[in-house]
């Protein structure tokens, strides 16, 4: 059978069989169509059966060399080393010539933090109606707490009285439950919220934050209303949940030197994932350095 063929039967198993989403099988069609390109450009030397796992190496090698990253590379390895293993199972290839084959590392981008002084600008109080005060009372504890836009969205009112003890219970990925402790400002901001939430909240709703509809808040919400809030207070760019997360990790390092204690309040699974911000913490010190020491070099 001709590769495109055989590709073809391999999505069409993907969408009906396995169900997959239209948007995943036309991701893998746009992939496996790149392996076809190498196998058309060998001009009829290489088939699909042929191809072994030098091939491969070749063809990753020349998409690097075009500016193809670490994680393109290892989305397109990903979906030959699918269609092999289907075949393989068909009796149509002997072995997996992507087996064994890795992407090049890509360089990790440092995720974006506010300075100290723009987190500042941004918790400010703006306004004391109902909305405003939830709004206040969610962007405070995300950045008290160090939490994750769903763990947020799914807080119920019951946490209220550990918060009052400053403490919050969270039930994060993988089902891991950990304890973060709360600042002053989040438990006085949520003090507030709790005084006011009636306001919106349906009588029976058990969400400690409800959108305008007074059902739990939606997370696009938060996400809006936090972009909305950075604006209007002036900050440069565009602020995210994850950005209020990347932020508290930052400043906490900064402040304490304690990676440990980071990584249990961020609820990492390990530790090197939480050690980007120790990059950050380093970016830091470069900028006082290179801004205060008489032998930096200054531009």
């Known amino acids: 059978m001709q590769a495109s063929a055989l590709i073809d039967a391999y999505l069409d198993e993907l969408a009906t069989q396995r169900r997959q989403s239209p948007h995943t099988v036309s991701n893998y069609r746009r992939d496996l169509g790149v392996l ?18 030098p091939h491969i190496r070749r063809f990753i090698a020349q998409l690097h060399a075009r500016g193809l990253g670490g994680r393109s590379l290892a989305r397109l390895l990903s979906a030959w080393r699918g ?42 109080r703006v306004c004391d109606d109902a909305l405003a005060v939830r709004d206040q009372a969610m962007f405070e504890l995300f ?48 003090a507030a919220w709790a005084q006011r939430r009636h306001e ?8 400690l934050f409800v959108g305008q509809r007074g059902a739990r808040i939606n997370p696009r919400v938060i996400e809006e209303q936090l972009a909305r809030r950075a604006l209007g207070q002036g900050l440069p760019a565009r602020v995210y949940p ?7 990790a930052s400043h906490l390092l900064q402040s304490s030197g304690d990676l440990r204690a980071v990584q249990d309040m961020l609820g990492h699974a390990s530790i090197a994932s939480t050690q980007v911000y120790t990059h950050l913490d380093f970016q830091h010190l470069a900028r006082v350095y290179d801004s205060a020491h008489p032998r930096a070099k200054r531009k």
């Open 36 to 53: 076809c390109s190498f196998l058309a450009e060998s001009s009829g030397k290489l088939t699909v059966i042929s191809v072994q796992t």
């Open 83 to 124: 269609f092999y293993r289907w075949l393989g199972r068909r009796g149509l290839a002997t072995a997996n010539p992507v087996d064994g084959v890795r992407a090049p590392k890509s360089a990790k981008a440092l995720p974006h933090v506010l300075s100290p002084d723009e987190a500042n600008r941004l918790l400010e």
């Open 143 to 190: 950045y008290s707490s160090g939490l994750r836009l769903a763990e947020l969205a799914a807080l119920d009112l019951a946490c209220l009285p550990d918060v009052a003890a400053g403490e919050l219970r969270v039930l994060g990925k993988r089902n891991k439950l950990r304890l973060i402790p709360v600042g002053s400002k989040a438990r006085q901001a949520l």
């Open 200 to 207: 919106l909240a349906k009588p029976e709703e058990t969400a």
């Open 242 to 248: 994850h950005m209020l997360r990347h932020s508290f």
